[in-house]
């Protein structure tokens, strides 16, 4: 499990420099991993620190438990980030007031709760390898050698390695609020004395009060951990002097290294140093101090330099203090006393202090609360008599710099909005006048960039986002034929839409999106109120009404989309969204629009109240002609797909494994067949994988026997003309995934009546060819079964509602952008739980271990058999790894995920039986198998008692050799030969074999089956112990497999057995299972893929055999 990576800013102290201090923690579930109780205790080789006191003299702190190695963390990091040398990364250890585990971190007292003093080891790192270190790892832009693509691998990589944790994300932030102080130019240089000179120190300049009081919210935000280390504690440090002491550092770094950069460029010389005398010397001094960080000067030399330097300050910055601040304010026409919207906008500056928009009038006046709001002409000499006097910034107070200090800000400004440069070029103007079009940018992109900068902007009251004026769509939803409320027809088929363009609540006609259009400007006046438009909208608009006219019919599930919808608004989804980038997934000519509402029927919200409510309140009875009995909750999930197929969607029945989701698809039918179609008889197409497709025919002819079935399978099936005749007298077609493809001509000239797909994961690739041929399939009602969890693999629910239901969840990629992207990505819950209110009502899915689903199952027992390598797996298992892991550098793309593979296939055979690779051997049951395989040895003890207590017994292999090694050393050993089914035993052959085990006792006590193929679709209900004799990738597979036994008509005790062999490739991905959770089950169910993308460096950690007689595999 990735390790937690943390990090704490040192300020500097006496013989020490500042410093980021980085170390890392296991988490607390693997800090002490439990033994097994069929395993003895094993000594723990993971990266981490033990827990101990330490042996320092006179100390008795305790060494933080599930620390990572420093070393470790070193190489780590050195494997992320290829810029960044190991002398940049010294060993350190410091003393820190944390919490015990279990307890989360609460406070920095060492006397709080919970609290104790622990030594932490780890990784001091300079300002400059700090932040290349942050970037390459959390991918900010701070223009350092890790940026680009290689920080986003390391980004990537850093998922598998390490949770970043709070404090590290802080120091990260705050290493992107300081770099954007640079970018904006507030980075102020300030002299220090050192021997013989000067040095120059890079600070930030922080002005006004809103600039200061976001500082104060982000020290605020700093977590506690940064200030509970000794270092910090001992400086009587807080939150705001710790975090200004990194953003000095991460300033002055950024301008160093410019400055360095810059070098004696010829350009530099022309920078206006801020020297009176002018002189060449002066300049090459500033140079020299500003590119080198030091200069040598005599005592008068350093004397007139810092002269020099405090007026420039006082010229260019001012006071200090922070109490007066450049401020602009845009007005539109109206506020100048123009009737119409077409007079131009004016854009005015001052200096004005904190509290000046406390008053309207302050630009007027020149009076807010006490303090005085200076306009732009009286500082420059525009008003009185040929610019004699300049205005004060006090009333009482004269200072003859303001006007520089005001020229100086606006250069500054002039940066970041491009409106501002007049202002610059001619000094004397108090305002300057805006185009619509400039005034539009201003208010989308210069204010924000100018606020963001410190800068105070006053804008019109009508832009804030309460206020501002938009043009909407509002739906009206409503029911086709009203006169007929008790029909089905009318209640389930065609709704209108009816549309209505507003803004502010007030409806526009082609006329008025006609004079929008013609402004040509985002802002319209209208109506005596500025409006902001999207001229894409616009045209989006009149195309919609032009097409489509006021309204459009259609269909129930379009209806409830747009329904769900306005539920989602509701839930509060849309805080942070358009609601026209999520409402127009579907719905095209919506998506440039924003809709202000929907107004649905209350016979609407039934259907989709209906919908959710009645799998859990509603039961449906056995339709005539069902052989057999419900159990109440299969007559609940039969009302379920019966209310949705008499609504016309289609439904996704996703019962636990061994639930009876086969029985309930056969009720299903039955009531289909005394319900007649008003497209008169056609048949069903059931569509299943070929391991079960007499499973199928035998299920329907027990529990339907009226139904008549045929097999559509194998090369002596029906072919076209032949077909058609057989299929209008049957009533249920059977027939397989690769038929359906191959056939896919054939059956798509057929129009069913419905199409059911069972094991429908089958589907879960939307471009595979056999997806595609399904989905291509004609018929009135889709539905799917699948006993595989579904809702972890957000493409494969797309994928299967889009066979069910067209595009209810959007295209392909208009899903990957709003929920896959956000999910996976981004671990966005909203969303999450948006997908999840969608997606539910058509996914009804109940487990075993839900008590209203069946109370009388018996339970299941599952337990990891821990076995040791032989002396020989041993070393074929180093020496695979010894030869692999030294050419791994050398690969890339393809060649590296293939050789990858093959090492995991090659590692799990010798973990099985070292006579997996000797392929070329011939297997007999006179050749002895026993020894050479610590995990057949351990089989075959456990195997003997088993069959002593009269069990009966499934093993699960992946491999078809490995299946018939266990036959013969069955047979050698304990005297019979076990049956194995695999994908070479013929469809007939393998249900004989089941039946034979079913009905034999213990006669066929064994039962060997590869996973793929015996894994789904059979009932094996008479054995009650399951082996796992190797584990396979996905444990949802290794699930589905177990069910065979653990399901409806067991009656015993199941016991569930899996084998691992100790420190090797199995152990790992047992330990990602179990501790990942859900999270594991979801990534390991893409099957091997994702073990190809990891780094090397968790290759060697995945690979190396933790063993204790194992050798080395590299140094």
């Given at each position: 499990m990735p390790s937690t990576l943390h990090a704490t800013w040192i300020a500097a102290s006496p013989g020490e420099s500042a410093c980021l201090f980085l170390w890392a923690e296991v988490p607390p579930a693997d800090r002490q991993e439990p033994n097994r109780p069929d395993q003895p205790n094993r000594p723990d080789r993971s990266a981490r620190i033990p827990a101990r006191k330490s042996h320092h003299r006179g100390s008795r702190i305790p060494v933080h438990p599930g620390l990572v190695a420093p070393a470790v963390l070193r190489h780590r990091l050195r494997s992320l980030l290829t810029d960044i040398?190991?002398?940049?990364?010294?060993?350190?250890?410091?003393?820190?007031?944390?919490?015990?585990?279990d307890h989360g971190v609460r406070s920095h007292n060492l006397h709080a709760p919970g609290m104790q003093e622990y030594r932490v080891l780890g990784l001091n790192l300079a300002i400059g390898p700090a932040l290349r270190v942050l970037n390459g790892l959390l991918g900010f832009a701070a223009g350092s050698s890790s940026s680009g693509p290689d920080a986003e691998l390391a980004g990537a990589a850093l998922n598998r390695y390490f949770v970043p944790g709070p404090d590290l994300r802080y120091w990260g932030q705050a290493a992107e609020y300081a770099l954007a102080l640079v970018r904006a130019g507030r980075a102020v240089p300030f002299l220090q004395a050192v021997q013989g000179g000067w040095q120059v120190q890079w600070n930030p300049w922080r002005y006004g009060r809103?600039?200061?009081?976001?500082?104060?919210?982000?020290?605020?935000?700093?977590?506690?951990?940064?200030?509970?280390?000794?270092?910090?504690?001992?400086?009587?440090?807080?939150?705001?002097?710790?975090?200004?002491?990194?953003?000095?550092?991460?300033?002055?770094?950024?301008m160093a290294m410019v400055a360095a950069a810059v070098g004696t460029d010829d350009r530099f010389r022309q920078v206006s140093a801020p020297s009176r005398s002018g002189s060449v010397d002066a300049q090459d001094q500033w140079c020299r101090l500003l590119v080198n960080g030091v200069v040598e000067a005599e005592p008068e030399q350093r004397r007139q330099m810092q002269g020099e330097w405090q007026e420039w300050m006082s010229r260019a910055f001012g006071s200090q203090s922070g109490d007066i601040a450049l401020a602009f304010e845009l007005l539109d026409p109206q506020a100048t006393g123009q009737a119409d919207g077409d007079g131009p906008w004016q854009l005015r500056v001052a200096l004005a202090t904190d509290d000046m928009w406390s008053s309207s009038h302050a630009w007027r006046d020149g009076v807010a609360g006490g303090r005085i709001g200076i306009a732009a002409d009286r500082l420059n000499g525009g008003t009185g008599s040929h610019g004699e006097h300049r205005a004060r910034a006090t009333a009482a107070d004269p200072d003859p710099l303001t006007g520089a200090r005001l020229l100086a800000g606006l250069r500054v400004a002039s940066r970041h909005s491009p409106c501002v440069q007049p202002l610059v070029r001619q000094p004397g103007l108090q305002a300057i006048e805006l185009s619509r079009e400039e005034a539009y940018r201003f208010l989308t992109k210069d204010a924000p960039a100018l606020m963001g900068a410190g800068f105070q902007v006053h804008l019109p009251v009508w832009w804030t986002d309460a206020e501002r004026s938009r043009l909407q769509i509002h739906l009206d939803v409503r029911e086709v034929d009203e006169e007929h409320e008790a029909s089905a027809q009318a209640a389930f088929g065609e709704y209108e839409i009816a549309y209505a363009l507003t803004v502010d609540g007030d409806p526009l006609d082609n006329i008025d999106l006609s004079q929008i259009a013609m402004a040509g400007s985002p802002l319209v006046y209208m109506n005596e109120q500025w409006l902001q438009v999207n001229q894409g909208q616009i045209r989006a608009a009149r195309h919609l009404l032009a097409t489509r006219g006021a309204s459009r019919r259609v269909g129930l599930l379009q209806a409830l989309q747009i329904m769900q919808e306005q539920a989602d608004d509701e839930h509060g989804e849309a805080r942070n969204t358009s609601r026209h980038a999520r409402f127009g997934s579907g719905y095209r000519e919506f998506q440039a629009l924003e809709v202000s509402g929907v107004t649905v029927p209350d016979r609407l919200r039934t259907i989709w109240q209906r919908i959710r409510s009645v799998a859990r309140e509603e039961e449906r009875f056995e339709p005539p002609g069902f052989v057999g009995t419900l159990r109440p909750y299969q007559r609940r999930g039969l009302a379920w797909l019966w209310y949705l197929h008499q609504i016309g969607l289609g439904a996704c029945l996703a019962d636990d494994m061994g639930l009876g989701k086969t029985i309930q698809a056969i009720a299903l039918f039955l009531e289909q067949e005394r319900t007649p179609s008003p497209e008169g008889r056609r048949p069903r197409l059931l569509i299943c994988p070929t391991s079960v497709l007499r499973n199928w025919k035998r299920e329907l002819q027990r529990f339907a026997p009226d139904l008549r079935v045929m097999l559509h399978h194998g090369g002596g099936r029906a072919r076209q003309t032949d077909l058609y005749t057989r299929v209008r007298e049957t009533d249920v077609v059977l027939t397989s995934y690769g038929t359906a493809r191959v056939d896919q001509a054939v059956l798509g000239r057929i129009h069913w009546h419905t199409v059911v797909l069972d094991e429908a994961q089958n589907i879960k690739n939307p471009s595979a060819k056999q997806t595609m041929a399904v989905r291509s399939l004609r018929c009135r009602h889709r539905f799917a079964l699948t006993g595989t969890p579904i809702e972890n693999r957000l493409l494969e629910v797309w994928s299967i509602l889009d066979f069910l239901n067209g595009a209810f969840l959007g295209s392909q990629q208009d899903f990957k952008r709003r929920f896959i992207q956000p999910i996976e990505g981004e671990s966005n819950g909203e969303k999450l739980g948006q997908l999840q209110r969608l997606v539910q009502p058509f996914i009804l899915r109940r487990?075993?271990?839900?008590?209203?689903?069946?109370?009388?199952?018996?339970?299941?027992?599952?337990?990891?058999?821990?076995?040791?390598?032989?002396?020989?797996?041993?070393?074929?298992?180093?020496?695979?790894?010894?030869?692999f892991l030294p050419h791994i550098r050398e690969l890339d793309g393809m060649r590296r995920r293939g050789s990858i593979l093959a090492l995991m296939t090659q590692l799990r055979k010798i973990a099985n039986h070292p006579a997996l690779l000797d392929e070329d051997e011939p297997l007999s049951d006179n050749r002895e198998y026993g020894g050479r395989s610590g995990k057949l040895d351990r089989f075959t003890e456990m195997l003997t008692e088993s069959l002593d207590g009269r069990n009966k017994v499934l093993v699960f292999t992946t491999f078809v050799r490995m299946g018939q090694i266990l036959q013969a050393h069955i047979a050698r050993r304990l005297g019979f030969m076990p049956e194995f089914i695999s994908g070479r035993v013929p469809h007939g052959t393998r249900q004989q074999m089941v039946d034979r085990f079913q009905e034999g006792g213990q006669t066929c006590p064994v039962l060997v089956l590869s996973v793929r193929t015996g894994g789904v679709g059979?009932?094996?209900?008479?054995?009650?112990?399951?082996?796992?004799?190797d584990r396979w990738w996905n444990p949802a597979v290794e699930d589905q497999a177990t069910d065979r036994a653990h399901r409806i008509g067991q009656t015993r005790r199941v016991q569930v057995f899996r084998y691992i062999m100790a420190g090797t490739v199995e152990e790992h991905v047992d330990r990602l299972i179990r501790q990942k959770g859900q999270l594991a089950r979801d990534i390991l169910g893409a099957g091997t893929e994702w073990l190809t993308e990891l780094s090397n460096d968790q290759l060697y950690e995945l690979l190396t055999l933790h063993h204790p007689d194992a050798p080395r595999a590299l140094p």
């Open positions: 040398a190991q002398g940049d990364l010294p060993l350190a250890k410091r003393t820190a007031c944390l919490p015990v585990p809103e600039s200061d009081l976001g500082f104060q919210e982000f020290a605020r935000c700093m977590p506690g951990v940064n200030l509970s280390f000794a270092d910090n504690l001992a400086g009587d440090r807080d939150a705001a002097s710790l975090l200004a002491n990194f953003v000095n550092a991460v300033v002055h770094a950024r487990l075993k271990s839900d008590p209203e689903v069946i109370s009388d199952l018996p339970e299941k027992q599952e337990i990891d058999v821990i076995c040791d390598l032989s002396s020989e797996q041993t070393d074929r298992y180093a020496r695979a790894v010894e030869a059979i009932n094996l209900t008479a054995a009650n112990q399951v082996y796992h004799f």
